[in-house]
Nanobody, 126 residues
């Protein structure tokens, strides 16, 4: 599985961005796709995850109500719609895949993922 994230950019506080994660290489019917972010000097942080069928979605408390994760199986893509962005959302955003149990807490930790795409920079100005 190869993952490619895109859609980052510079936006003012309160603005929106939509990130895309395109997967290729094989079928993903039992995969979980997660979004993580990493700011300079900080640890990689879980943002959101979704099972490939869109059935189970999780969000970090810091983004609940502002970010929405979705899937488009026909395009092998997972999207992260980010609204009401704040300066503290500034980070490199990465998508990753795993086949752990979606009910497991591992699906909400970086250590639970074994395949990572390149990141996309999101910068929110105040």
């Amino acid at each position: 599985v190869q993952l490619q994230a895109s859609g980052g950019g510079l936006v003012q506080a309160g603005g929106s961005l939509r990130l895309s994660c395109v997967a290729s290489g094989r079928t993903f019917s039992r995969y979980i796709i997660g979004w993580f972010r990493q700011a300079p000097g900080k640890e990689r942080e879980f943002v959101s995850s979704v099972t490939w069928n869109g059935g189970s979605k999780y969000y970090a408390d810091s983004v609940k109500g502002r970010f929405t994760i979705s899937t488009d199986n026909a395009k092998n893509s997972v999207y992260l719609q980010m609204d009401s962005l704040k300066p503290e959302d500034t980070a490199v955003y990465l998508c990753a895949s795993t086949r752990v149990d979606p009910l497991s807490g591992l699906s909400r930790t970086a250590s639970g993922y074994d395949n990572w795409g390149q990141g996309t920079q999101v910068t929110v100005s105040s």
